[in-house]
């Protein structure tokens, strides 16, 4: 019997299924959906395959004890490591089996630099990180820092940091601007054009609004092929039970752009996930499926934390999760499909 190998990527991030019952039928190259989640907890990746009516899991066994945002390239799966306080990058070797326990070294690796880092967005060879801790020492002062670091061969390389007056936790890139969840209030802000600026600084938002209904904010995703924004609300931080939701936003860029700076969107223009159903007590984080409209959701609180998924969302409402999967204190997912 041959012993087959594949990268990590050929597992995680390619599935092709052949089917052939005679030479001459085609094969079948169906899509995989995959959902990267971190946690808190252990530090490690868990991979959830969610192409088919039942969803499987690959836990890859990492050396950070707690991590936030994740990123998958196509070849390789990043994650900030909160106890490392650096971004890490892993490739690996296993069979071709999908299921259990993969042991992975770091094979891309940043300096450490943050304090608390979190979310992170990825634009090019420029990966950002938010960090949520105080910045100037002054617990009166609300403020952020967002680390931009510059991805070459196996390294990542700091290159500015710039320091926000808004507090800080999920950012996403739209083209080139930074959108950042405004954290401890119900606020989003825009950086415009954000990585033009390669100097260490300070900067504040081009942009704030309001979301009429949610309490406070912390992960949000958009979804650049249906125009849908998606916004966690952890609403009361002592709460990590029940009292969460999260927030729909279609024809994103219109309502955003129509809407004047300190102005609200309306919780009219969108649709709200929450109640005793849905599980969602602390959602901190959020991936969107435009195709399917469906949506991911790394709970941290409810049940001691979960990754649920939500379909078929209709006018919102106190939904039943069509996906429970347990995952002790998650901290992030990241939707990547092929």
Not at 32 to 54: E, F, L, P, R
Not at 260 to 276: C, F, K, M, N, W
Request: charged share 15%.
């Amino acid at each position: 019997m041959k012993n087959l190998k594949m990268t990590l990527g050929m597992i995680l991030g390619t599935a092709v299924f052949l089917t052939s019952c005679d030479d001459n039928e085609n094969e079948v190259t169906p899509s995989m959906v995959s959902i990267y989640a971190t946690n808190n907890s252990d530090g490690n990746v868990t991979v959830y395959d969610v192409s088919g009516s039942s969803t499987t899991s690959t836990t890859l066994k990492t050396s950070s004890t707690a991590a936030d945002g994740a990123y998958y390239d196509g070849s390789s799966v990043f994650q900030v490591s909160r106890s490392n306080n650096s971004i890490e990058g892993f490739t690996a070797m296993a069979s071709t089996s999908v299921g259990g326990i993969i042991d992975v070294n770091v094979d891309l690796s940043g300096t450490s630099d943050m304090t608390s880092p979190r979310e992170l967005a990825v634009n090019g060879n420029l990966y950002v990180v938010a960090d949520n801790a105080d910045a100037d020492g002054n617990d009166a002062t609300k403020d952020g820092r967002l680390f931009v670091y510059q991805k070459s061969g196996n390294s990542f390389t700091l290159r500015n940091t710039i320091t926000t007056d808004i507090k800080l936790w999920g950012i996403t890139f739209i083209g080139n601007d930074l959108y950042a969840v405004v954290d401890t209030e119900n606020k989003l802000a825009v950086y415009t054009d954000f990585l033009s600026n390669s100097s260490t600084t300070s900067m504040s938002a081009s942009k704030t609004v309001a979301i009429e209904g949610l309490v406070r904010t912390h992960g949000l995703t958009y979804d650049s092929m249906t125009g849908t924004m998606v916004l966690t609300d952890i609403a009361a931080a002592s709460n990590g039970q029940d009292d969460g939701g999260f927030h729909v936003i279609g024809d994103f860029m219109s309502k955003f752009n129509s809407t004047s700076s300190g102005g609200t969107i309306a919780l009219s223009d969108q649709i709200r996930v929450s109640g005793s159903n849905t599980k969602l007590g602390n959602p901190v984080d959020v991936a969107y499926d435009g195709e399917t409209g469906t949506v991911y959701i790394a709970e941290a609180g409810n049940g001691g934390g979960r990754i649920l998924a939500f379909s078929n969302i209709g006018s919102g409402g106190n939904l039943t999760p069509s996906m429970d999967q347990t995952l002790a204190s998650a901290s992030s997912v990241y939707l990547y499909k092929n």
